[in-house]
């Protein structure tokens, strides 16, 4: 159940640094929308604000709106721990659960929550994931192993199995490839083409190459300069920001002739 | 070692370039050294009536002096200097070990004496002379250390978990400063706080069992608070916010996940501040006082510890003294055996818990 997510004037602080400014933007279902902008300008910030990670950090805090298929998700009575449960995360570098084995690891997000759920019921959940997270062939027979033990593109496949499992609405992917190689990254980049049928996804890369390939749309963030905010300088369809940017900024940059 | 091996094309005679050759003292020479200066050593301590002590001393500087000078006459200064820095360095370890070795050594020669099957078996009930034991110390030490552990674990632990995962600000700095406050108060001031606690409640002339408990997770809990923050908080934030993520609510994402991953660095804290205060003396005297017969009920009367009993046995021998020597001795033994088994425990726990990593 892909849904759409819509910001209205979004700023993001740390404390006091105002770190992403006024960003309006609307996020489209079953599709896959890409942000890419240099380092530090607040495209991971923004991207952690949608389902609520980014107030994890101490002092963190948002004003604005951000409104997913008409609730708002800073509402004073919407419970962060919801929002996170229907917008699920893959993060940077692959984070399974050490302690857990890798049926464990891709059933966690029930098991954590204590859902009840029959043997049969949960084997069916973790072999769904990890068919759509197209790693089912490889572990099928060592599902009792740890986690830790995949190779890192098999490690992030199995973050995102365990991010599909427990069925939201929206995926948030933060460079999801940039800690593995190629051939990882090629199996990841087929996956998010395969979920896009069912998730909404954004994901946030430094690959300009990579975005041009899986999005749709596409957002460039930039700062004016260190210590001031980041901002969505652009926002439209991948063909037109990677042919005939509206922004001079983001031609500079797309073109490499930038920082 | 050897830059030798770095330019072996390079001829031996002139060293022109970067890398130069260095001539280096033959390997057994340094060795040949030392045995020089400790025969030098014997000859002056033999000066001032020979002993031992004193040859090793005079050995290890005269020869250090005598490394250190043919070093720097044939290799230079660097290699000189290096040479001069391993026998400072090796000369510290050295003097740090003696005390520990000579005193396993001592208790071992004198505590193996009565190390019997008595000695466990039996109290020290109507016992006056030669025989009893330490059984009533035994198992008296082993619960009233349970019962610590039992009182300062849940505190302990749950005090890290609100300084990692909760605490911020002022009391949480606070906190952490007044835990280090009560790692340094000293033993007998935590036994006269359960002493005057105890006193006041039950009245004069009151001894437990609890009493003791309760001064010994005095001294355990900060230790056990400071063990557990430190494991607590090397779990990647990284396993928190996968939890986050997948909708899992805080205090779900500490007990199922932050605890089990940091399970084995909390066990080996735990158990190492079990091991910190299971020797305890001072205050185990003022609040537990010591009895002969065995006494398993900690919430009645005076019972016994081994670190009270082995004190009792050297300050207080009756007519056979050397028997309550030996079980003073005996008593030593085994309690520093119960130290070491504990923190091979510890490792054992480490080993074990430690996340799997599938190879």
């Not at chain 2, 952490?176 to 790692?183: E, I, L, Q």
Request: charged residues 20%.
């Amino acid at each position: 159940m892909a849904k759409r997510i819509e910001v209205s004037d979004l700023n993001i602080y740390y404390g006091n640094f105002l770190a992403v400014e006024g960003v309006n933007v609307a996020i489209e279902p079953r599709s896959i929308t890409a942000l890419i902008g240099p380092s530090g300008c607040g495209k991971s910030t923004f991207l952690r604000s949608l389902n609520r990670m980014h107030e994890v950090l101490p002092g963190a805090r948002v004003e604005g709106k951000v409104v997913m298929d008409g609730q708002d998700l800073y509402a004073a009575d919407t419970d962060p721990v919801d929002v996170r449960r229907s917008i699920g995360m893959v993060f940077q570098r692959p984070n399974p659960f050490p302690t857990m084995s890798i049926y464990d690891n891709v059933i966690a997000g029930n098991r954590l929550n204590s859902k009840r759920m029959k043997k049969a019921e949960a084997d069916e959940v973790v072999e769904k994931s990890l068919r759509g997270a197209n790693l089912w062939a490889e572990v099928k027979d060592r599902l009792d192993r740890p986690g830790s033990g995949l190779s890192g593109g098999q490690q992030q496949r199995l973050c995102i199995a365990r991010a599909i499992a427990v069925e939201p609405d929206v995926l948030l992917m933060d460079e999801p490839c940039s800690a593995l190689d190629p051939i990882s990254t090629l199996a990841i980049e087929d996956l998010m083409a395969e979920l896009k049928e069912r998730f909404t996804i954004v994901i946030v890369t430094h690959n300009m190459q990579q975005a041009a390939r899986v999005s749709e749309q596409t957002g460039f963030f930039n700062l004016n300069g260190v210590g001031q905010p980041g901002r969505l300088i652009e926002f439209n369809p991948t063909e037109k920001i990677f042919s005939n940017p509206d922004e001079k900024a983001t031609e500079d940059y797309i073109s490499g002739r930038f920082g | 070692m050897s830059l030798e091996t770095q330019s072996p094309v390079r001829a031996a005679e002139e060293p022109s370039g970067p890398i130069r050759h260095r001539r280096k003292l033959p390997r057994l020479a340094p060795l040949a050294l030392y045995a020089a200066g400790v025969a030098v050593g014997a000859l002056l301590s033999a000066l001032t009536g020979f002993s031992l002590a004193l040859t090793v001393f005079y050995g290890a500087v005269l020869g250090t002096l005598a490394v250190y000078a043919g070093s720097r006459a044939v290799e230079g200064r660097r290699k000189a200097t290096d040479r001069l820095v391993t026998a400072l360095v090796t000369t510290a370890f050295a003097v740090a070990m003696v005390p520990l070795v000579s005193l396993v050594y001592t208790v071992l020669d004198k505590g193996l004496a009565r190390f019997d099957g008595q000695f466990f078996t039996n109290s020290m009930f109507r016992v006056v002379g030669e025989g009893g034991g330490a059984y009533h110390a035994i198992l008296g030490t082993l619960i009233i250390t349970a019962l610590a552990a039992a009182i300062s674990v849940p505190i302990g632990l749950l005090t890290s978990i609100y300084l990692v995962e909760y605490g911020s600000g002022r009391l949480k700095k606070s906190i952490t400063f007044f835990v280090d406050v009560m790692t340094g108060i000293p033993s007998i001031v935590a036994g006269l706080f359960a002493f005057a606690l105890f006193t006041l409640i039950f009245g004069n002339g009151i001894r437990l069992g609890v009493m003791g408990a309760v001064a010994l997770s005095v001294l355990m809990i900060p230790v056990v608070v400071r063990s557990c923050e430190e494991v607590l908080k090397l779990v990647p934030n990284e396993l928190r916010e996968a939890s986050y993520a997948l909708g899992v609510p805080k205090w779900r994402t500490v007990v199922k996940v932050v605890l089990p991953t940091a399970i084995a660095g909390l066990g080996t804290g735990v158990t190492l501040a079990v091991a910190r205060v299971v020797g305890e003396t001072a205050p185990l005297l003022v609040t537990v006082g010591l009895i002969t017969g065995t006494n398993l009920n900690p919430f009645d009367g005076r019972m016994a510890t081994l670190p009270v009993f082995a004190y009792y046995q050297l300050t207080q021998p009756g007519v056979d003294a050397q028997a309550f020597l030996d079980r003073a001795w005996t008593a030593a033994l085994l309690l520093i055996i119960i130290v070491m088994a504990l923190n091979i425990v510890a490792r054992l726990i480490s080993r074990f818990f430690a996340p799997k990593t599938g190879h």
